[in-house]
């Protein structure tokens, strides 16, 4: 069982990305159950931390030892692959000036 004195944010945590918007990360570190979730912020911290279902520690900044997954992007959202542009081809003038 875990202590008040324990520091979430120094654990190395690989997070993985939920389907629900309000708890949008979930992990699993030595057999318990951790997830995120988004609160209203600015009247609350971001985050809230909850481990095996009880709330443990609120907090606005990420943790730099945890691995968020990155988010995809959408098809709106990619860019189009420029070798499928044809790339536009400069004129030269065929008049001399003298």
């Known amino acids: 069982m875990r ?25 699993e570190f030595e057999d318990e159950k951790w997830v995120i979730r988004l609160n209203d912020f600015p009247d609350e911290h971001l985050y809230t931390l909850i481990v095996n279902g009880k709330e443990v520690i609120s907090f606005d ?14 098809l709106n959202q990619v860019a189009p692959n420029k070798s499928l542009i044809a790339p536009r081809k400069q004129r030269l003038s065929s008049k001399v000036i003298s």
């Open 3 to 27: 202590t008040k004195t324990t520091n979430y944010l120094a654990k190395n945590i690989v997070w993985k990305r939920t389907a629900d918007p309000r708890y949008p990360f979930a992990a």
């Open 61 to 74: 900044n990420w943790s730099a030892k945890w691995s968020r997954p990155i988010k995809e992007k959408s």
